[in-house]
């Protein structure tokens, strides 16, 4: 395997990586500040209010991106298994 095949192998897995999970993160981070704001204006300091919405935040979301997701990391990986070949030389 020569550096060009290497870089772009870790390239391709950096994008696909940051690609699956920036909504994930995106989605807990804008639910726990939709929830921050609502404490501070309620003045309501429950440990529990922050963790319950991003948990079913985040589970929804990923029932809906499973597919999305599911398509990726496939594509990804065939890619992986046909670029075996020059991985070897």
């Not at 990586?17 to 993160?25: M, W």
């Not at 309501?44 to 979301?61: D, H, M, N, Y």
């Amino acid at each position: 395997m020569n550096a060009a095949v290497a870089t772009d192998l870790l390239k391709m897995m950096m994008t696909n990586a940051v690609t699956l999970a920036t909504p994930i993160l995106m989605t807990a981070m804008i639910i726990g500040l939709a929830v921050s704001l609502f404490q501070s204006v309620t003045s309501i300091q429950e440990q529990t209010l922050t963790f319950v919405p991003k948990a079913l935040g985040i589970v929804a979301l990923m029932i809906v991106l499973m597919p999305w997701m599911l398509r990726t990391l496939m594509e990804f990986a065939t890619a992986m298994i046909a670029k075996m070949p020059q991985m070897t030389q």
